[in-house]
């Protein structure tokens, strides 16, 4: 390949953002512009010669416009090889000119469903045009420029201005890998639509597109490579967050920080303000407050040795006082919903913490999947959108829990679904005091909670541990009644749990001989 001449250009667009100073630039190296409907008017209006498509091809546009480019004069002037005899003697005979530059981007069908459009009106907004001719210039790029974002286009004129009016063979080749994967991203789209309408949770075939948002300077470890890419769900989070301040994102900050804010979401659900600090996807203390300050507070206690480098998830806007809080411990990463001014200006005195505002918090409830890579495939499934309720609650115990306890339990279990599993997590006062994550065996899990617990109470100088009068919860059953001896053991005075197990008789008479009180849930949350 070689640099190749633009002679003629067709623009058809749907955004027009640029194309006026973009059509000039060509005109200016004396391209013939080829255009339809609202593109050709636009540039007319700016006071460019411009040659409608209609007459192009010698046939006008019909059916409400879906059919225009639908041509042999314009896919053959798109796919004909230069290089070729019987294809240029073909496009001679039939009286088709080459096109060397195509700029088509397409009907706005992502925005139409994200606004909730009818479905007759998403299918409107489906092109069928504009992806025949992207996909027909991108195929013959040896011969032919194709452009489907406006960010392109001054790469495109700097190149023309260099060669007088070409384009490289590199470039070419660099604009129809995008070019495809643009149509191969708007195909996903409707793919996913469509399989929504039909009710189609899993469908026959999986179609996955995602746009890059960061390239990262390396993966969870140096010599991993990774980026960061949005997929366009309405869901508010890292993928909506602006960065204030702050050096760049990690892969680990990144995914660190969506399990922060996903919990602090969750917790939302209590109608106080909320605090979640996340260590390694896992939280190291969380909590509840009559203000975000106090919450802050509650959640570092239970944990802040694991705390120091953290990430720091508010369920609110953040406050001058709150942010001074936080800034007295080195912390990785603050999220929430906005920062006020006071609390943009204390952050700012730590050049390095990475302050992200989402303008909103996440629907835990809401419909959404989840995917995961394994060898040779993904695993896809349904968010875990699961809440317990109180009346939803079994107890299998003489005792029923204390409304403390149960007001504890529920925030605990709240927690603990978003704890790697196996996981233990004892609470008291609506605060995390000790949790046990991600061991193989739930006895482990207890133990480990346990003893973080006794050490958040050294480190505060208290004379018991912190789980002396808590309440624990286990994200699944507890297979024996030994996890749960342990918990007692621990000072914890009340259990949630699923249930379910082969064993749960024994686990319920352990739980009565120690003076428990237990509820059952009836649903898990493993997190793996």
């Given at each position: 390949?070689?640099?190749?001449?633009?002679?003629?250009?067709?623009?058809?667009?749907?955004?027009?953002?640029?194309?006026?100073?973009?059509?000039?630039?060509?005109?200016?190296?004396?391209?013939?512009?080829?255009?339809?409907?609202?593109?050709?008017?636009?540039?007319?209006?700016?006071?460019?010669?411009?040659?409608?498509?209609?007459?192009?091809?010698?046939?006008?546009?019909?059916?409400?416009?879906?059919?225009?480019?639908?041509?042999?004069?314009?896919?053959?002037?798109?796919?004909?090889?230069?290089?070729?005899?019987?294809?240029?003697?073909?496009?001679?005979?039939?009286?088709?000119?080459?096109?060397?530059?195509?700029?088509?981007?397409?009907?706005?069908?992502?925005?139409?469903?994200?606004?909730?459009?009818?479905?007759?009106?998403?299918?409107?907004?489906?092109?069928?045009?504009?992806?025949?001719?992207?996909?027909?210039?991108?195929?013959?790029?040896?011969?032919?420029?194709?452009?489907?974002?406006?960010?392109?286009?001054?790469?495109?004129?700097?190149?023309?201005?260099?060669?007088?009016?070409?384009?490289?063979?590199?470039?070419?080749?660099?604009?129809?890998?995008?070019?495809?994967?643009r149509t191969g991203a708007y195909d996903a789209a409707i793919a996913g639509w469509f399989a929504g309408q039909l009710g189609e949770m899993f469908p026959e075939r999986l179609v996955v597109a995602g746009e890059r948002r960061q390239l990262l300077r390396y993966g969870e470890n140096p010599h991993q490579q990774a980026a960061f890419y949005v997929t366009g769900e309405r869901r508010f989070?890292?993928?909506?967050?602006?960065?204030?301040?702050?050096?760049?994102?990690?892969?680990?900050?990144?995914?660190?920080?969506?399990?922060?804010?996903?919990?602090?979401?969750?917790?939302?659900?209590?109608?106080?303000?909320?605090?979640?600090?996340?260590?390694?996807?896992?939280?190291?203390?969380?909590?509840?407050?009559?203000?975000?300050?106090?919450?802050?507070?509650?959640?570092?206690?239970?944990?802040?040795?694991?705390?120091?480098?953290?990430?720091?998830?508010?369920?609110?806007?953040?406050?001058?006082?709150?942010?001074?809080?936080?800034?007295?411990?080195?912390?990785?990463?603050?999220?929430?919903?906005?920062?006020?001014?006071?609390?943009?200006?204390?952050?700012?005195?730590?050049?390095?913490?990475?302050?992200?505002?989402?303008?909103?918090?996440?629907?835990?409830?809401?419909?959404?999947?989840?995917?995961?890579?394994?060898a040779g495939g993904y695993l896809l499934q349904s968010r875990d959108a699961g809440r317990v309720r109180a009346s939803e609650l079994k107890t299998a115990t003489k005792r029923a829990p204390s409304p403390r306890e149960l007001e504890d339990l529920l925030f605990a279990f709240a927690v603990a679904k978003h704890v790697k599993s196996n996981a233990i997590v004892y609470a008291r006062e609506?605060?995390?005091?000790?949790?046990?994550?991600?061991?193989?065996?739930?006895?482990?899990?207890?133990?480990?909670?346990?003893?973080?617990?006794?050490?958040?109470?050294?480190?505060?100088?208290?004379?018991?541990?912190?789980?002396?009068?808590?309440?624990?919860?286990?994200?699944?059953?507890?297979?024996?009644?030994?996890?749960?001896?342990?918990?007692?053991?621990?000072?914890?005075?009340?259990?949630?749990?699923?249930?379910?197990?082969?064993?749960?008789?024994?686990?319920?008479?352990?739980?009565?001989?120690?003076?428990?009180?237990?509820?059952?849930?009836?649903?898990?949350?493993?997190?793996?």
């Amino acid at each position: 390949m070689s640099e190749t001449p633009i002679k003629r250009a067709l623009l058809s667009v749907s955004d027009k953002s640029g194309l006026i100073d973009f059509a000039k630039a060509l005109a200016r190296h004396g391209v013939e512009l080829v255009s339809t409907g609202g593109s050709a008017r636009t540039l007319r209006d700016a006071g460019l010669a411009v040659r409608e498509v209609a007459e192009l091809t010698g046939f006008p546009e019909m059916l409400d416009g879906r059919v225009k480019t639908l041509h042999p004069k314009v896919h053959g002037g798109l796919l004909g090889r230069r290089d070729k005899a019987d294809h240029r003697d073909a496009m001679a005979q039939h009286g088709i000119g080459a096109i060397d530059l195509v700029v088509v981007n397409l009907y706005p069908f992502e925005a139409t469903v994200a606004a909730g459009a009818a479905f007759d009106d998403c299918i409107e907004n489906i092109d069928i045009g504009g992806p025949a001719m992207i996909r027909s210039a991108a195929k013959n790029h040896a011969f032919v420029t194709v452009l489907v974002d406006p960010a392109d286009y001054p790469a495109v004129s700097s190149e023309m201005e260099r060669s007088g009016g070409a384009t490289s063979p590199e470039l070419r080749r660099r604009l129809a890998a995008k070019a495809y994967a643009r149509t191969g991203a708007y195909d996903a789209a409707i793919a996913g639509w469509f399989a929504g309408q039909l009710g189609e949770m899993f469908p026959e075939r999986l179609v996955v597109a995602g746009e890059r948002r960061q390239l990262l300077r390396y993966g969870e470890n140096p010599h991993q490579q990774a980026a960061f890419y949005v997929t366009g769900e309405r869901r508010f989070g890292i993928a909506t967050a602006e960065q204030v301040q702050g050096k760049e994102l990690s892969y680990n900050n990144l995914n660190d920080t969506d399990a922060a804010f996903e919990l602090v979401a969750e917790l939302a659900g209590f109608q106080k303000p909320a605090v979640a600090i996340i260590k390694h996807a896992n939280p190291c203390g969380a909590a509840l407050g009559d203000s975000l300050v106090t919450a802050y507070r509650k959640a570092l206690a239970c944990d802040p040795v694991s705390a120091f480098g953290g990430i720091v998830a508010f369920n609110g806007p953040i406050d001058g006082a709150t942010a001074e809080e936080v800034t007295k411990v080195f912390t990785e990463v603050v999220i929430a919903p906005a920062a006020d001014a006071d609390a943009r200006a204390v952050f700012a005195k730590k050049k390095n913490l990475r302050l992200l505002v989402t303008g909103g918090l996440p629907d835990p409830g809401a419909a959404g999947m989840t995917l995961r890579t394994v060898a040779g495939g993904y695993l896809l499934q349904s968010r875990d959108a699961g809440r317990v309720r109180a009346s939803e609650l079994k107890t299998a115990t003489k005792r029923a829990p204390s409304p403390r306890e149960l007001e504890d339990l529920l925030f605990a279990f709240a927690v603990a679904k978003h704890v790697k599993s196996n996981a233990i997590v004892y609470a008291r006062e609506q605060a995390t005091v000790g949790i046990g994550a991600g061991q193989m065996s739930r006895l482990d899990s207890s133990r480990i909670a346990a003893r973080k617990s006794d050490d958040a109470a050294k480190a505060m100088g208290l004379p018991v541990p912190l789980a002396k009068g808590s309440v624990v919860a286990s994200d699944a059953f507890f297979p024996f009644a030994d996890g749960l001896l342990a918990a007692a053991e621990a000072g914890a005075t009340a259990v949630i749990q699923p249930g379910g197990s082969m064993r749960d008789d024994e686990v319920v008479a352990a739980a009565d001989q120690a003076g428990l009180a237990m509820v059952l849930t009836g649903m898990r949350h493993f997190r793996h």
